[in-house]
Structures are given as structure tokens and as C-alpha cells.
């Protein structure tokens, strides 16, 4: 789980959820040394139904920043790597303004002809809501929409077909997984921590977090090791 990829200076609110561009470089490097290959939840999908079998790590970008494209891009083509970035649909161009309260700097997303390149390399979008809500804490009809909408509004301006969820902040319920069910995405993640497994829900997928702290060694903790499952 990536958010945004950028150096920001010491100070920073939340400087923690920026990972510098050097060392997303070398946690793809590390990746790849080891013979594992970062792929996007389209790609990840028949490895977590069994289906497939081999060394895989799932890459997913939250809320859409630019710094993806500009930043995390490049690192990934450069290893054969693809991605899965989660969009805000009606927040396409925008700023983080669900972050602005709490002193977070402002940082921007892509805009529509920038999703359509990391499309055209190669990358994946999946829906991350319309307006990057808390969605127990809303109406359940503006759940809903939410949910079925931010689905149609992607797949009507990219013309690609959104299979692929992320719940803001992690935010979920039983009632907000059968909404996701019924509108017809095939995964969901959270931030739960933990490795997946074959008997995961793929409505409630578990992520492991990466921040401007996972220096070199706490990454191949997080990946090669039972760490992150010991935090779930
Ligand atoms: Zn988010």
C-alpha cells in the first residue's frame, strides 16, 4: 500500500505516507533481485483464488496523486512491473481536500489525460469512491452511490472496465461489503495489516503498509517475513 511517492521536507504533517522516489526505487530492486514480480490486482487476482502460483507482491496506489505517474511510473516499467492506482472519480485533477484539516500539504492528483497515460503504459485504475468518504458514516443510498457510481463514472471516461475497490480510510462494514459485492467489483482492499493467503475475503484484502520510514531492511521484513501478519 503506496500513497504518495515524494521527498517532502522534515516537519511535514504525515511526512510518513510520502515515499521518496529513491527508495521506491529500490524497494521495486529489491523486488526484483528476489525474483518476485509487482503486479497490479487484475494481475494479482488468479494468485489469490489459487488459480496461479508463484512469487507475486500486489502494488496498489491510493487516492491518485500525480507523483504516481511522474514518480512511480517510470520505476515500474523499468522492472516489468505493473500497478493498480485507486482514483477518487469526482476528485480527477483535484487536490487531497479530505486531507487539508489536518495540516496535510496540499498535493496534487492526476488529471484525466494523466490517468489516461499511466492507463496507456500499462497500469490499472480502480475506484476509490467519488469524494473519498467515510462510508459507515454516511447514508446508506449515498453508500451506494458512492460505491456503483464512482465504478461507472471511471469506466465511462477511460472506457476500461473498473473491477477493483478500495475503502477510504479503510472504513468498512458487512453492509458496505455486500454494496461493493452487488456492484460488481471483484476485489476491495483495506488496511488491515497482513500478507494475503488464498482464504482471504477478496472483498477484504489486507495490505501491507509502505511509508517514508520502510528503509531497506524493514521492507524485506514486511515482505519475506510472518511481520506484518503479527500486526493483523
Ligand atoms: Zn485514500
Redesign the pocket.
Known amino acids: 500500500m503506496y500513497?504518495s511517492i515524494a521527498s517532502m521536507p522534515k516537519g511535514t504533517v504525515m511526512r510518513s505516507l510520502h515515499v521518496p522516489e529513491k527508495r521506491f526505487s529500490l524497494q521495486m530492486r529489491l523486488l526484483k533481485i528476489l525474483g518476485y514480480r509487482g503486479v497490479s490486482m487484475s494481475d494479482l487476482q488468479p494468485y489469490l483464488t489459487g488459480k496461479k502460483t508463484g512469487k507475486v507482491v500486489g502494488l496498489t496506489f491510493?487516492?491518485g496523486y500525480k507523483n504516481n505517474l511522474t514518480g512511480a511510473l517510470p520505476i515500474l516499467k523499468k522492472y516489468g512491473f505493473s500497478a493498480t492506482c485507486?482514483v477518487?472519480s469526482q476528485n480527477i485533477g483535484g487536490i487531497?481536500h479530505?486531507d487539508i484539516d489536518k495540516d496535510i500539504p496540499e498535493n496534487p492528483m492526476m488529471d484525466k489525460n494523466e490517468i489516461q497515460q499511466w492507463i496507456d503504459a500499462g497500469m490499472e485504475i480502480g475506484s476509490?469512491t467519488q469524494n473519498?468518504v467515510f462510508l459507515s458514516k454516511i447514508d446508506q443510498k449515498d453508500t451506494i452511490t458512492e460505491i456503483k457510481h464512482s465504478k461507472h463514472d471511471l469506466e465511462k471516461m477511460f472506457e476500461v472496465s473498473i473491477e477493483h475497490f478500495?475503502y477510504?480510510?479503510g472504513d468498512y462494514n458487512d453492509s458496505i461489503i455486500s454494496i461493493t459485492k452487488e456492484a460488481g467489483y471483484q476485489t476491495a482492499t483495506t488496511v488491515n495489516r497482513g500478507i494475503s493467503n488464498i482464504n482471504d475475503n477478496l472483498l477484504t484484502l489486507p495490505r501491507i503498509p509502505i511509508t517514508h520510514h520502510t528503509l531497506a531492511h524493514l521492507f524485506l521484513l514486511k515482505i519475506l517475513s510472518k511481520y506484518e501478519d503479527k500486526r493483523r
Open positions: 500513497h491510493d487516492d485507486y477518487v487531497n479530505w476509490h473519498h478500495c477510504p480510510y
